[in-house]
């Protein structure tokens, strides 16, 4: 498509083409990308500015408004330039994607292959430009948090090996009121190797409250530098209420037999902390804590609600049940713990509670369950509870596999109330799967495969609009369309820690309503580290 009339001394192609009807191209495609090859396209960037060729429109019988210009089934024809240049539709993401050939200059009068436009039907430019209201796929390059180590100078006596300056098991939130919003990133610091667990020496919070654009670091003040000599740290997990209060949950080890919950809160973005609570429901240590969850109330503040899993091992046999907490005054104070009744004798693991926010007294506790280490089967499970988690109704399973491990659920509810699941499924295949519940709706959805794996927790985010985007290590894939289709991964620069040790959770993301955001582990100068972007 040249503008001038040079190209009658160069390469040229036959033009003379039978029209042959193409209903499924009529209609007005606007450019929204230019691409070396089809391959190169990354669905979910913004709309690139300024491209030459702004569009087309289809007419029928092979028409176009445009001098010169017609059409057959599968070619756009450009008279003026005697070429033929091919296009083809396809659906990502749940929309149409028309790729054109572009045969300028360098094909007509340099002989090289052609590049594309990339199109989409006229109303899809706006989804396209919420699509890229993204900034993972900006082009931006990701924020290294932990830059320093508060923990550097604190001495450690414990059992295992201490590996100074790393950063691993990130955990990210979201809130706070309108024009106040907070961002409050969690990681495990200075990871301590051991024969039988791992952990961190301590904590660090890291806040934000320009949208991450710019971070302060907070130590934690709990585990082996802050009264509690020799314990080791991790499985920390973070969540903001509606007033800017992050309350934290996480677990503590001596070395030996010894797993406990702790909980600890902040109103002021980690200035200061409340006293940290610890839970110990074996003090005879027949049982340990791990897997907990952190859910802020979107709607009440103050609240906040905590599931963890039980282990026990009654006559040397794993056997777990799921427990809560909660917090209705800030985190100030904390209920006793109480087991959640789900039924069954299987082993529960990964708990996870979503708030309704239009019934904020309604939860729904996600989790998975497995058939006692036996290495037959899995179930991903829901229950119910209308009076804030003091009862709760029968668990109801959404979804049946064949695996041995408990699947890593990850849920969230979307703007019109339908509610999401994705959990990694447990075989060789590492496919993320994905389940929805519509609002008001008695029945999830049959689950679909919804991006791939990498032996890690998908970690699930929606923002306002509706847009669903599930993150693994390696890459995060969105859907504009209920999860019905999914863009392919686009990556987030990850790179293997160097210790060989990336732990249970190694991504978490957010919505701020209009934009993603995600935490993740990434290798900087040689050692584990965490990121933002």
């Known amino acids: 498509m040249l503008t001038g009339n040079c190209a009658a001394w160069g390469r040229t192609d036959n033009i003379n083409l039978p029209f042959r009807n193409d209903p499924a191209v009529l209609g007005s495609w606007k450019s929204v990308a230019y691409v070396r090859s089809i391959s190169h ?45 091919s296009y083809v539709i396809k659906k990502i993401g749940g929309l149409e994607y028309l790729f054109l050939q572009w045969k300028n200059g360098d094909y007509i009068l340099h002989n090289r292959k052609p590049e594309y436009y990339v199109l989409v039907r006229a109303p899809d430019v706006a989804k396209i430009s919420k699509m890229s209201g993204d900034p993972l796929n900006s082009g931006r390059n990701p924020i290294v948090l932990s830059k320093t180590d508060p923990y550097s100078a604190c001495p450690y006596e414990g059992p295992g090996t201490l590996q100074r300056g790393t950063a691993s098991e990130p955990s990210l939130a979201e809130g706070g009121p309108p024009g106040k919003r907070l961002m409050m990133a969690l990681w495990e610091q200075d990871y301590i190797k051991r024969p039988d667990d791992n952990g961190a020496i301590g904590y660090v919070a890291a806040s934000s409250r320009d949208s991450g654009r710019s971070w302060t ?10 009264g509690h000599p020799g314990d080791s740290l991790g499985n920390a997990r973070v ?9 934290i949950v996480g677990l503590a080890s001596d070395g030996k037999s010894d797993i406990h919950l702790w909980l600890i809160s902040s109103s002021n973005g980690g200035d200061s902390w409340t006293k940290a609570r610890t839970e110990v429901i074996d003090p005879e240590d027949h049982c340990h804590s791990d897997e907990p969850s952190i859910t802020a109330n979107p709607v009440r503040a103050g609240w906040a609600y905590a599931a963890w899993t039980e282990v026990c091992f009654p006559g040397g046999k794993p056997q777990s049940d799921l427990w809560m907490t909660a917090t209705s005054d800030f985190g100030r ?170 732990g249970d959770y190694i991504i978490s993301a957010v919505s701020d309503g209009s934009h993603l955001h995600a935490v993740f582990e990434c290798a900087i100068a040689g050692r584990n580290s965490v990121c933002f972007r």
């Open 239 to 247: 969540a903001i209420g509606p007033d800017g209060t992050a309350y």
């Open 333 to 502: 104070t904390w209920e006793g713990p109480r087991r959640i009744a789900v039924g069954g004798s299987d082993q529960t693991n990964w708990p996870i509670i979503a708030v309704h926010p239009d019934s904020p007294s309604t939860l729904s506790l996600f989790f998975s369950r497995c058939r006692n280490y036996t290495h037959s089967g899995y179930s991903i499970n829901v229950a119910t509870s209308s009076d804030s988690g003091l009862t709760w109704a029968a668990s109801a399973v959404i979804a049946r596999g064949s695996g041995n491990w408990g699947p890593r659920p990850s849920a969230a509810i979307a703007p019109d109330g339908a509610v999401y699941v994705a959990w990694d499924k447990p075989s060789a295949s590492r496919k993320i799967l994905l389940a929805r519940l519509p609002s008001k709706g008695r029945r999830w959805s049959k689950p679909r495969v919804a991006g791939r794996a990498h032996n890690d927790r998908p970690s699930l985010a929606i923002t306002s609009k509706g847009l669903i985007a599930i993150f693994t290590r390696m890459s995060v894939e969105k859907s504009l369309d209920g999860g019905k289709t999914f863009s392919k991964p686009a990556s987030l620069g990850y790179l293997s820690p160097p210790n060989g040790f990336a």
């Open 217 to 226: 670091e907070h130590a934690v003040p709990y585990g082996n530098c802050a």
């Open 41 to 85: 396209f990354v669905p979910g960037r913004p709309p690139q500015a300024d491209l030459f060729f702004r569009g087309i429109v289809f007419l029928p019988n092979g028409k176009t408004p445009a001098s010169g210009y017609s059409w057959t089934r599968g070619v756009v024809i450009d008279a003026n330039d005697r070429t033929a240049e």
